[in-house]
């Protein structure tokens, strides 16, 4: 039952000529899980998922794939043969048509699933003979993720597959994903910045600053572990650090205090007693709140 | 299918390659006859220089067919046209997709950047092939219809010098296609690279007579009938050299 | 029938749905023996995450509110775990009462004691109920 995570990254580094994009990530990705992955734009995203495919080399630490190394070049090889991967800008050939497309994509996979092929073209609307360069941002994200979906691929890799569309086609993405991992058992590695779809579909998610991971989890857990805090005092609010665990956050405006922690309310709250708040207040904290206060305390 | 890939990318400047070539070779085997006239009026022209002593040259060989066929085809129409080719064929490569971003599709997939290399170079060799031989098989062809001929074997033969000779351009625009990401520089640069040689060789031919144009022109074959191997096969090593320093430039490089 | 659960509101999607079912079982739009949608369609038609999906039928399972027979898909159970609510309701009514006795012998206010009532149910991870 304790499956190998299909995702492990433990202290990756990438070091650009001036920039290190990547400083010691650390990250697993639990069989059949959809994964979100979310960040600041420059964050390191991108340059992570490119690691796991081999497109570009780690400066240090490691990232394993189906346990096998991703900067190996014939274990990434076999990593992508068992790997769907959009890419965040879903360049594709603007030479080639659908079809032409399909016909270069599908002899690498002999896993091909011709019937997935034969309903995505139906419900993404995708004509074979249509050209790459006429066709609209949404349009090239559903090609590329029924190229993508069609491989009998045991992992997706997805950066920011909803970017840039509108609502009606991100629905369908979405759709198609969520229909994917139902019927096929894949695993999902998204990065995003659309927090209302990570929070729709993920079940873990981890977010990336400047480089590091600053917080990983099952997000049940963290919808469950994060509480804002707000004590209200007769008088200035006090300059209290707490001593629980978890405390994201602390903001002090006139006599209202203002606590975001990771770590339940009942630490905060037994701290809180001792300085005698007028009133009490514990509510859940949305993913966008955790995101924006855990890549904001880095400041 | 990244045959079929390669195919799809190069398909138009191939075909247009061709094209120009096959009117080219039927434009100098028609015009044979207008020249053979002329071919009295030459001895009036007067040159001086080492140009001169080209066109002189020029003249003195295409006073019969086959000198003719060697001196304004396989010595100058085909050897420069070819060699362009060789370097638009060559400098558009995996990276010249990089600036419009198709080049992660291709990277994602399950093909070694050393297999992405071998295929695209051997596609562009094969058109480059075609491109040397097929045009030249053209004059035997039609040459009868100016009431000459040309062997079939000599066609075959300068045909495959030019080639074995200059897949080096070939190489080198798909080595600096590794290293641009634009397709403007490898090509300039191996075309620049070209026409420095090929000056070079004109100009110090008294020193230096073994130049590489003059291998891809077959002069030797032309003059003696001996197939310059020596020659060839290091043209042919340079080649294979480039393109493996291509698969290593390639296998280092970050997308 | 099953409508979409709020991803943002802070309350885990499986608890929505374990809500959306138990409301639908008691205005009787779900009638015991009902099928529920299967885990996979349920998903996709919904666009949430289909181990969501497992876990809310697992916990209403748990709950005697369903019972997913092996192969055959996921039923309303014949008591539609509406007794078993019911009864759980009205037996711990009396903890309820006695305790915001207490709290008004105290000097608290209505409000006031609602409001720590709402403060410790929202931090729900110490007062048992489904687990995450």
């Known amino acids: 039952m304790a499956d190998a995570p299909v995702i492990e990254i433990a202290g990756l580094q990438k070091r650009y000529a001036s920039v290190d994009a990547v400083r010691g990530l650390d990250l697993q990705v639990p069989r059949g899980s959809i994964f979100g992955f979310l960040g600041r734009n420059g964050a390191g995203k991108t340059t992570t998922i490119k690691m796991l495919l081999g497109m570009a080399r780690p400066s240090g630490g490691s990232a394993r794939v189906f346990g096998l190394a991703a900067d190996a070049p014939h274990a990434s090889v076999e990593i992508r043969r068992r790997t769907g991967f959009v890419s965040e800008d879903k360049e594709l050939y603007d030479f080639m048509t659908v079809d032409d497309l399909v016909r270069f994509t599908a002899p690498f996979f002999p896993r091909w699933r011709r019937d997935l092929e034969e309903r995505y073209r139906r419900t993404f609307e995708l004509r074979g003979d249509m050209k790459v360069k006429t066709l609209s941002r949404g349009m090239r994200t559903k090609l590329a993720l029924l190229l993508a979906l069609c491989r009998g691929a045991e992992l997706l890799v997805l950066d920011e597959p909803t970017a840039g569309l509108d609502p009606a086609v991100t629905e369908e993405v979405l759709q198609a994903l969520v229909g994917h991992v139902a019927r096929d058992e894949t695993t999902v590695f998204f990065s995003s910045h659309q927090i209302a779809e990570v929070e729709q579909i993920a079940d873990r998610i981890a977010i990336i600053d400047r480089g590091r991971a600053v917080l990983t989890g099952a997000l049940d857990d963290l919808r469950d572990n994060f509480r804002r805090v707000q004590l209200v005092f007769d008088r200035e609010a006090p300059q209290t650090t707490f001593r629980a665990a978890g405390v994201a956050r602390v903001r002090r405006q006139g006599r209202v205090l203002t606590v975001v922690t990771s770590g339940g309310a009942e630490p905060i709250l037994d701290e809180a007693r001792a300085l005698g708040p007028v009133s009490v207040d514990v509510a859940p904290v949305t993913l966008k709140d955790i995101f924006l206060e855990t890549v904001a305390t880095e400041d | ?255 | 029938m099953l409508f979409r659960p709020n991803p943002s509101l802070g309350v885990p999607i499986y608890l929505q749905l374990m809500e959306q079912v138990k409301h639908a079982v008691e205005t009787g739009a779900l009638r015991p023996g009902d099928q529920l949608p299967g885990i996979r369609p349920l998903a996709e038609e919904l666009v949430i995450n289909p181990n969501t999906v497992a876990k809310a039928y697992r916990e209403l399972e748990h709950e005697g509110v369903i019972e997913l027979r092996h192969g055959a898909g996921a039923f309303v159970t014949a008591h539609g775990g509406g007794r078993k609510a019911a009864d759980k309701v009205r037996a711990a009514q009396p903890v309820v009462a006695a305790a915001v006795e207490r709290l008004r012998a105290r000097g608290l206010t209505d409000e006031e004691i609602r409001r720590m009532f709402e403060a410790e149910l929202a931090g729900l991870t110490r007062t048992g109920g489904p687990r995450g």
């Open chain 2, 1 to 255: 299918m990244l045959w079929y890939k390669a195919w799809l990318e190069t398909r138009w400047r191939f075909a247009i390659g061709l094209a120009i070539l096959m009117v080219s070779a039927c434009g100098l085997v028609f015009a044979y006859p207008q020249v053979a006239r002329l071919m009295p009026l030459a001895s009036t022209i007067e040159a001086r220089g080492e140009i001169g002593r080209r066109v002189q040259e020029a003249v003195q060989l295409s006073r019969e067919y086959h000198g003719y066929i060697w001196s304004q085809w396989f010595r100058q129409n085909l050897i420069q046209m070819w060699t362009v080719f060789a370097a638009l064929l060559g400098a558009g490569g995996l990276l010249s997709q990089a600036s419009g971003g198709a080049a992660l599709y291709t990277l994602s997939m399950p093909a070694s950047r050393a297999r992405l290399l071998v295929v695209r170079a051997a596609a562009g060799l094969g058109e480059l092939l075609v491109l040397a031989i097929a045009p030249s098989l053209l004059i035997p062809l039609l040459s009868p219809a100016v009431g000459d001929s040309y062997s079939v074997v000599d066609a075959i033969v300068h045909g495959a010098c030019l080639f074995l000779g200059g897949a080096v351009f070939y190489a080198l625009a798909v080595l600096l296609s590794t290293i641009f990401a634009d397709i403007w520089r490898p090509l300039l640069i191996s075309l620049a690279v070209a026409v420095v040689m090929a000056l070079g060789e004109m100009f110090v031919r008294d020193v230096w007579p073994h130049g590489i144009f003059s291998l891809m022109n077959g002069e030797a074959y032309f003059r003696t009938r001996h197939v310059p191997w020596a020659g060839l096969i290091v043209t042919t090593a340079a080649a294979a050299a480039l393109l493996y320093g291509a698969a290593v430039s390639l296998a280092q490089r970050d997308f």
